[in-house]
Structure formats: structure tokens, C-alpha cells
């Protein structure tokens, strides 16, 4: 619990770990008063479809529908400014030459990993509910509460999701996505372990989430074949908590997938790293 | 009693070695650190030092050997020996966001519990009280190099590594950091092995010594066994300076090599340098500075009889 603790202190004393924080609220705060700006123009493209088929009353464009919106951009900049961290929470004690100071004490380099990964959690967690409270709180200052009306994702169609339920089903969401950018950070934390400053693991983790993201969306049979072996593709999962009704079997194992990923590479740094001679 | 702790072995190397590639970085090192020892570990830049030293602390596996501490194997007693050693390996680096005092408190409670006070008495040992809760940021080398002593200090250690404690560091910080040495050894007994490329801090400090080179081990034992006295050659600084100059070279076993800047250098028969200076003051020439003259290069030759190239 000590090294966790004297891992998050340095983290968090650091300014680029409040580069992530500062650009989700810009992006929240400018998005969310550009929709407010532009309220008018967005309602009528919602309804424009749906009132054909349905009678829509009440207040469409809530906070709620603001912040699942902002959500659906998450696996595009969220992985940068994970790996911003998660890519440097290793290598940069070999950059600054901590690492001579850290690992001739008594704790075992398996127990300063762990407590490293488990800051490299604490840091994502605090990120993604960062985005969703702030997506939340300012969605339901500027637009108000209501009922969630959504595209289905995946298929044609819109949920209905009563806003008494929408809390709980966020808090859902918010914890899945926490869990698909832990597989992101996990890869830039494997690498922040092979290497000694941090430009590497970011740029390596970003490239294999663009290559990923990119075979996984070509429309030909060989890469469709692939896409489940990717696990890009399981990082939207949590927008299936606002689907209806929610497929929990397909979570599970998209949640499985992810977790077993992240597993899996978290052992891989924790054998390089108790392994590595220290030449830095 | 106090014989059998001056022969107590605190650290033992057998076969040590590291490869990196096809090169030996350190070969077949048989290392003997007794208690209460200044242990130096001399040899030129690129010789192996840091390289052993990485080993013994666990920052490099060694390529085969073994390492002992305090009697046990150090790495099936990893936790246990290096709660008693601690250590600086090349420069120290600390969290330059964080104040000295937070550095202190992150590394040295990695060790044992340390509390607030024991930070402050720590940092008022190396003259760093005042800056306690400043940013590393602002320190200068000589500054982070204390402090580096002081992490060492903070866990109580028996044993210190420091890893060349005193490049980089004008006259005046590597004069603080030697009596730092001595002090800590005197007066908390502590045990300390210390690398150098220096003859010249060797014989200011250590009580026993190592000289590796290319890798391996030339020579290994205590400071006037292997320095002995078979230096010849002196630097001299005495009053009133002419009549000195005249004495010495009534003298058939002196020579005088040089003069300059109120010093002369001067080649004196082996084993007659007290008697040079006993003659100097019966003349009544008051002699100021004494001390020996040698050049590592010179040292490498004799101890390898000529064999070894630095």
C-alpha cells in the first residue's frame, strides 16, 4: 500500500499528468456550449427521422444525451492522453535516473511494477470519470435532465432509456470504459518498461490503436476476419450498457477479452522488467 | 573482540562477472569488504567499476558468480540484505518536481519507517536543513550529492555503496564529501565501499582497497600494503623556501625535479621520506605540505610489474 501510495504522490505531482485532465474540459466545456449555441439546429436534425415514426415530447436534448454523445468519441483522443501517463510511468525513472534510487531498495522490482500499474489505474479511472462527471454535471446545468432517446448502436433503430435508469446505466458505462482504456494503457505500460524515455511507448501504443482501429473497420473478408482477434474492437463495449435490453452476455465477453488482454500484457512487463539490468 | 568485527566479512564477491555482448564488462571479481572498512574500489573510467557496484546493489545480473552480504546470498535474502545497504551509482538522481524532504521521505520509507524528525536530523547531517522543503530542481551537484548521502544515511544502513561520491565536484565539495566519508565511519561505524578513479582520494580515505582494470582484478588489500612506501616522489611546500632548496640538494638520496609556485617536487630513496623531513625541521625549516606523488599510471605499473596498460 506504501509504494502504491508514494507512486500515485509522484504521478500526481507531476504537471503532465493534468495535460489529460485540462483537455477534456476543454473539449467537454467547448462542445457542450457550442450544442447549447447550437441547440436548435441539432433538434431538428434528431427529429427530423424520428418524428416521422414517433410522437417526441418532453426535453430531447438533456444533459443525459450530451454526455453519452461526448462518450462516443472516447476511444479516439482518451488513448492519447492515457498513454501521455501510463507510457511514462516507467521509463521516466529511467530517464531522470531514479531507477538507480528505486530498485537498490528492498521492495522486489515485481512489487514497484505492480504498485506502478495499479497508479496507472488509479490515473485512467480518474480520467474516464473525470470526462463523465464533468459531461454530466455542466450537460445538466446547461440542457437539464429528461429521458434518453439514442441511436441504437449497431443497428438501426433508438433506445428509449427512462431517466430514472440512466444514472445507474452510466455508472455502468463509465466502469466499462475504464476497464476497455485500461487494455490502452496497459500496452503503453508494457512498453514504458522496455524503454527508457517515454516518447517510445507513446507513440508505439497510439500506432497500434490507429493500425488496429484501421484493419478492424476495412471492408474486405480478410480483415472482417481478424476483427475478433483485435482488441480495438471490444473498446466501445460500454456504449452497450444504453442499449435495450443490455446484452450482458456480450459484455461479459468483451469484458473478458479486455481484461485477459490487459492481464496478459501486465505479466509480460512484470517479466521484462524483474529481468532487466539497469544500464541507464 | 574488536579484532574479530574489523575481520567480520560484510561483503564477498566469488567469480563475479558480467558480459555484455562478446565484452567481459567485469571478469572473475573476488571482492573482500571487512567491517568497519573505507573499502575503496580504484581503477581508470571504463574499467568495471560501476558495473560491479550495479551487480552488487541488483541492477545488473550478473553474468555468473555470486554475491554475499552480511553472510547470506543476496539474491535469496534480497529484501533482508538490502535492508541494511544502501547506495548512490553514478550520479544521484532524485524526483527533481518533489522537495528534498519528500524525496527523502518517498526513499527512505522504502526501506523502514522513518519519521519527520529523523528526516530533518538527517538533512541538518549534510548541511541541507535549510533547504528541506525546496524543489530538487534548485539544487546544485554538490547539493544533490549530499542529499544522495543523506537518503543512505535516512535508512540506517551497515553498509554504503557510493558509486564515485565525488566527481563533478569542485576542491571544496569533494574536501565536504571526503570528511562526510570518514566522519560516517568513524562515528556511526558504518561500513563503506566506495569507487574511484582517484589515487590521490584513495589514500586520503580508505583503509583498504581493490584495483580493477579492463574488467578485472589487479590487486586487493589494505592501503599501505599495496601503496606502501614505495613512492618516491614528493610534493614539498616548506619556509623559509631557499635554505630548503639549498639543504636538499646537499643531499645525495634527494633530488629536486621541479620548482614552482612556492613547491618543489622532489625524488626521494624509498623508505628515507620521514628522515627528509626529520632534517628539514632539525634545520629549522618549518615544512608545511608532504605528500606523495603519484600518478595512477605509475601505480598501474607497479602493481602489475609493467603488465597492464590503462
Not at chain 1, 468519441?73 to 531522470?96: C, R
Not at chain 2, 582484478?217 to 618516491?232: C, H, P, R, Y
Not at chain 2, 634527494?254 to 623531513?277: D, F, H, I, Q, T
Request: hydrophobic share 45%.
Amino acid at each position: 500500500m506504501k509504494l502504491v501510495w508514494f507512486e500515485t504522490l509522484k504521478t500526481f505531482s507531476r504537471w503532465r499528468t493534468y495535460i489529460g485532465f485540462g483537455v477534456i474540459a476543454l473539449i467537454v466545456i467547448i462542445t457542450e456550449v457550442v450544442m447549447k449555441l447550437s441547440a436548435d439546429e441539432i433538434l431538428y436534425r434528431m427529429l427530423r427521422s424520428l418524428e416521422k415514426d414517433f410522437l417526441i415530447s418532453g426535453n430531447v436534448l438533456n444533459g443525459w444525451f450530451v454526455t453519452a454523445f461526448i462518450m462516443n468519441t472516447l476511444h479516439i483522443h482518451m488513448p492519447f492522453l492515457i498513454t501521455l501517463v501510463a507510457g511514462d510511468v516507467v521509463s521516466s525513472e529511467a530517464t531522470s535516473g531514479t531507477v538507480r534510487l528505486l530498485l537498490i531498495r528492498p521492495p522486489s522490482r515485481s512489487r514497484i511494477i505492480t504498485a506502478k500499474y495499479i497508479t496507472t489505474f488509479f490515473y485512467t479511472a480518474g480520467l474516464v470519470l473525470f470526462l463523465g462527471l464533468l459531461c454530466i454535471l455542466l450537460g445538466l446545468t446547461l440542457f437539464g435532465s429528461g429521458d434518453l432517446i439514442i441511436h441504437h448502436y449497431g443497428r438501426f433503430g433508438v433506445i428509449y432509456i427512462e431517466e430514472a435508469e440512466i444514472p445507474i446505466r452510466m455508472l455502468f458505462a463509465f466502469m466499462a470504459a475504464i476497464w476497455s482504456m485500461m487494455a490502452v494503457a496497459s500496452i503503453a505500460f508494457l512498453l514504458s518498461t522496455l524503454a527508457e524515455n517515454s516518447v517510445g511507448p507513446i507513440i508505439g501504443t497510439m500506432a497500434v490503436v490507429v493500425v488496429f482501429l484501421v484493419i478492424g473497420n476495412f471492408p474486405l473478408d480478410f480483415f472482417r476476419s481478424l476483427k475478433p482477434y483485435l482488441f480495438t474492437t471490444y473498446l466501445t463495449f460500454w456504449q452497450q450498457f444504453l442499449d435495450d435490453p443490455i446484452p450482458w452476455r456480450q459484455i461479459g465477453s468483451s469484458a473478458a477479452i479486455l481484461g485477459l488482454h490487459s492481464i496478459l500484457l501486465f505479466l509480460i512487463a512484470l517479466g521484462v522488467y524483474a529481468r532487466k539490468d539497469i544500464k541507464s | 573482540m574488536e579484532e574479530t568485527l574489523q575481520r567480520e566479512v560484510v561483503l564477498r564477491t566469488l567469480g563475479l562477472s558480467k558480459k555484455f555482448g562478446k565484452r567481459w564488462a567485469a571478469r572473475n571479481l573476488n571482492l573482500e569488504v571487512h567491517r568497519g572498512d573505507i573499502f575503496c574500489f580504484l581503477g581508470p573510467n571504463g574499467a568495471g567499476k560501476s558495473t560491479a557496484i550495479r551487480m552488487i546493489l541488483t541492477l545488473l545480473r550478473p553474468t555468473s558468480g555470486s554475491i554475499e552480504m552480511f553472510g547470506k546470498d543476496l539474491h535469496q535474502n534480497r529484501r533482508d540484505v538490502l535492508s541494511r545497504v544502501c547506495g548512490i551509482v553514478e550520479k544521484p538522481d532524485f524526483y527533481l518536481y518533489l522537495s528534498a524532504y519528500k524525496n527523502l521521505q518517498i526513499l527512505g520509507s522504502m526501506n523502514r519507517s522513518v519519521r519527520s524528525d529523523e528526516i530533518m536530523e538527517i538533512l541538518d547531517v549534510v548541511g541541507l536543513k535549510s533547504r528541506a522543503f525546496e524543489k530538487v530542481r534548485t539544487f546544485s551537484h554538490g547539493m544533490k550529492q549530499r542529499l544522495g548521502i543523506a537518503q543512505a544515511l535516512l535508512t540506517k544502513p551497515e553498509l554504503i555503496i557510493l558509486d564515485e561520491p565525488t566527481t563533478g565536484l569542485d576542491p571544496q565539495g569533494m574536501k565536504e564529501i571526503r570528511e562526510l566519508i570518514k566522519r560516517l565511519s568513524h562515528e556511526r561505524s558504518m561500513t563503506i565501499f566506495l569507487s574511484s578513479h582517484l589515487l590521490s582520494e584513495v589514500e586520503l580515505v580508505a583503509t583498504r582497497m581493490a584495483v580493477i582494470n579492463k574488467g578485472e582484478l589487479i590487486a586487493q588489500g589494505t592501503v599501505s600494503e599495496l601503496l606502501g612506501n614505495e613512492a618516491t616522489d614528493y610534493t614539498l611546500q616548506a619556509s623559509p623556501f631557499h635554505p630548503a632548496l639549498e639543504l636538499m640538494g646537499s643531499l645525495a638520496w634527494v633530488k629536486v625535479l621541479s620548482v614552482g609556485n612556492g613547491a618543489m617536487e622532489v625524488r626521494v630513496e624509498p623508505g628515507r621520506a620521514p628522515e627528509l623531513n626529520k632534517h628539514l625541521v632539525t634545520h629549522g625549516i618549518s615544512v608545511s605540505s608532504f605528500f606523495p606523488h603519484r600518478s595512477l599510471e605509475d601505480f598501474f605499473l607497479k602493481v602489475t610489474g609493467g603488465k597492464s596498460e590503462i
